[in-house]
Nanobody, 124 residues
Framework: QYRLVESGGGLVQPGGSLRLSCETFGITLEFYQLGWFRQSPGKEREALVCMRGDDDDSAEYVDFVKGRFSISKDNAQNMVYLDIDSMKPEDTAVYYC????????????????WGQGTQVTVSS
């Protein structure tokens, strides 16, 4: 049975950095599309970045995170990471990792496997 567990969230000051981790169970990463998403209060869940588990150069970032967010993974450890730099108050959200068998687009509705999310709050 699959399971995804996010960690690394917390309170960070504006301008700070954070690394979120997603440990996966029951999923062989190279057979899945992997993604990071977030949801702020009162807003719909939005995509941040997605990549193929079998291609380290396949990351696709949404425009508003380019240059600040970076996805990486360790297939041997079944881990997916999201590094966030130059954090802003508007980055405050619950961050989710997700997985879907290869060929999914980078939209929340096309992902079936989700973690429980980790809260990130950016505030001074």
């Amino acid at each position: 049975q699959y399971r995804l567990v996010e960690s690394g969230g917390g309170l960070v000051q504006p301008g700070g950095s954070l690394r979120l981790s997603c440990e996966t169970f029951g999923i062989t990463l190279e057979f899945y599309q992997l993604g990071w998403f977030r949801q702020s209060p009162g807003k719909e869940r939005e995509a941040l970045v997605c990549m193929r588990g079998d291609d380290d150069d396949s990351a696709e970032y949404v425009d508003f995170v380019k240059g600040r967010f970076s996805i990486s993974k360790d297939n041997a450890q079944n881990m997916v990471y999201l590094d966030i730099d130059s954090m802003k108050p508007e980055d405050t959200a619950v961050y989710y990792c997700a997985a879907e068998p290869l060929s999914a687009r980078c939209v929340p509705d096309e992902y079936d496997y989700w973690g429980q999310g980790t809260q990130v709050t950016v505030s001074s």
